[in-house]
């Protein structure tokens, strides 16, 4: 791993630990039940499955809850796509860094089951 790998990572940590910290107790609460995964981009098999190779980030699983469905067996997580993120930063570390928040903020909401329009009604789009 390289260090702009390296660093692009600790930098998507550090915002998503702060953002974490920021959150009200209750929701920090179910915050931390979910895993953060940091990918560089989206795998060949969720372009195939029809995702955008530039996805920012996704959120797998059962929503805060749902019941358990037999095609989510796995813990809820959010993936976060590092590489998506810097390149809609344009090398800024700044937005970087917003962008990783925003980006967590949106999958962390669709844990809590907020659909696209409850989303954006939250800014959170």
């Known amino acids: ?21 920021s ?5 920090r609460r179910h915050a931390t039940d979910v895993t953060v995964i940091y ?7 969720l372009i ?11 959120f797998s699983g059962n929503a805060l809850g749902a019941p358990m469905e037999a095609q989510f067996p796995a813990p809820p997580q959010i993936l976060l796509f590092y590489e998506n993120l810097w390149s809609m930063a344009e090398g800024d570390e700044e937005i970087y860094r917003e962008e990783v928040r925003i980006t ?3 999958e962390l909401g669709h844990y809590l089951g907020l659909d696209e329009d409850e989303l954006d009604q939250r800014g959170l789009l």
């Open 23 to 27: 959150l009200p107790t209750e929701l």
């Open 104 to 106: 967590y903020l949106h």
């Open 1 to 21: 791993m390289d260090a702009t790998t390296k660093w692009l990572i600790r930098t998507a940590e550090e915002e998503v630990r702060d953002t974490l910290q």
């Open 48 to 58: 195939d499955e029809g995702w955008e190779e530039d996805l920012l980030g996704m």
């Open 39 to 45: 990918e560089a981009a989206p795998g060949q098999a």
